[in-house]
């Protein structure tokens, strides 16, 4: 699909409340599926990633039911069933490492397949301490398909070189079943909802610094509301900040401290937002971010321990750095690489269509900003959500339109992005 985007003639005004955190979304309903009982998820995601994680655990014999389109009902007797068919993790990254670290376990075989971009991902990164932990996982030379033959497991301490959830959670994950103790060691700490999930549903689980270890032990089965998607807010953050004028509220943002890095980098830019009403939902922050236009934004650099709190809002941080002065300098990012695209290639070739001054690094990219954009191309999307999102918002800003190649992508994460964009346009009296 061919989306047109014309530069906003107007500020954004109003109030927004911004949809469920995917991350947890997805956590909420694996860790109630191996949970024995029954429990409530509130405000579940609608993106296509959330559904592929709810559908493969029915395939596993779960019960899973909507009582309304966010809330789910989840009964499980604390079993997984083998499935006879091949379990389709689409496009989702987080549902494919996740899973193999249930299912390396499990006294049955599985096998796990997924969309063209997905089938190109890095999945040595789990098969590889899985395997240490006694798990067998055959894949393409490190890719989907895998075929995962369940096994009992023993604990292992592992250091990672990479800060990523993803393969914390799935080590972690494998860890609740294993026998002995497992320990998982990161550079950076990353986003840590595994952790503050297993805490919430009584896992054994100490965290000392970058470690995180866990027992085996049974999750309870216990209600979860999950709150808003702070990558989700990250479009309209940027979008409030460089529409000349804008000033609006958006409500309900997780505001985790291992995920809300752009929050920091945008202050650090001397951008203005504000975070009020501060509550803690389900062991998660949340508040709600007051933003407001800025006109005199500056550069900053964005690297170490700051890469995994804003791993995946660096894409749309990208466009806000074109309307700064001076340069931003992405650093140690290489993992983007690794992402539904390679973002670091992709960005600095769409970008530098509609006249943004973006280089790229091996291990990053550097913007030298302010710029009047141009517009006036036709970018591709590369069927990654996120890079679509980002050059919508890049298309607020410029002179004259842009088309966006494949917009229909962003439905694997946001599918109400558009809607709630209208909202604050023409709200706006
Ligand atoms: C995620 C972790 C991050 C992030 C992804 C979601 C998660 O990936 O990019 O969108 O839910 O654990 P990595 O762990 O590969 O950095």
Not at 286 to 293: F, H, L, S, T
Not at 371 to 391: P, Q
Request: aromatic residues 6%; charged residues 25%.
């Amino acid at each position: 699909m061919l989306k047109k985007v014309s530069g906003l003639k107007k500020p954004l005004k109003g109030e927004i409340t911004i949809p469920s955190d995917k991350s947890i979304s997805h956590r909420a309903v694996m860790f109630s599926s191996i949970a024995e009982g029954e429990c409530i998820v509130r405000n579940f995601s609608s993106g296509a990633d959330c559904h592929s994680t709810l559908n493969l655990f029915k395939q596993l014999g779960v019960n899973i039911d909507f009582i309304d389109d966010k809330t789910l009902k989840i009964s499980s007797v604390g079993k997984l069933k083998k499935s006879d068919t091949p379990l389709d993790n689409g496009n989702s990254g987080t549902t494919m490492r996740l899973v193999s670290g249930i299912l390396a376990g499990q006294n049955f075989d599985s096998v796990l397949i997924g969309d063209e971009s997905l089938s190109k991902r890095p999945m040595k990164r789990v098969i590889e301490p899985l395997t240490l932990m006694g798990g067998e996982i055959k894949s393409v030379d490190g890719h989907a398909p895998l075929t995962i033959h369940g096994r009992s497991l023993r604990g292992i301490t592992y250091t990672s070189k990479l800060a990523s959830a993803q393969v914390k959670s799935c080590i972690l994950l494998a860890g609740l079943n294993a026998e002995g103790e497992t320990t998982f060691t990161e550079p950076y700490t990353s986003r840590d909802h595994t952790e503050r999930l297993f805490e919430y549903l009584d896992a054994d689980i100490k965290i000392n610094g970058t470690s995180v270890t866990v027992k085996p032990s049974k999750l309870s089965a216990k209600d979860i509301e999950v709150v808003g998607d702070i990558s989700s807010a990250a479009f309209f953050i940027v979008a409030g900040l460089i529409v000349k004028g804008s000033d609006f509220i958006i409500k309900n943002v997780g505001i985790n401290p291992n995920r809300s890095g752009i929050i920091d980098v945008v202050r650090r830019m001397g951008g203005g937002v504000n975070i009020q009403n501060e509550r803690v939902v389900a062991g998660e922050p949340c508040a709600d971010i007051r933003v407001q236009y800025n006109d005199s934004l500056n550069g900053c650099v964005i690297e170490g321990s700051d890469i995994p709190r804003l791993i995946d809002e660096l894409p749309v941080i990208a466009v806000l750095a074109s309307q700064a002065e001076g340069e931003i300098i992405v650093r140690n990012a290489e993992d983007l690489r690794n992402k539904e695209s390679d973002r670091i290639k992709c960005l600095v070739e769409e970008l530098t269509k509609i006249g943004i001054n973006i280089r790229e690094t091996t291990d990053g990219f550097i913007v030298s900003g302010k710029r009047e954009l141009n517009g006036n191309a036709t970018l591709e999307s590369y069927h990654d959500h996120r890079l679509a999102m980002s050059f919508y918002i890049a298309g607020l800003v410029c002179k004259n339109e842009i088309a966006i190649n494949g917009f229909e992508w962003t439905k694997i994460s946001f599918p109400e992005f558009e809607e709630l964009m209208f909202k604050l346009t023409t709200l706006n009296l």
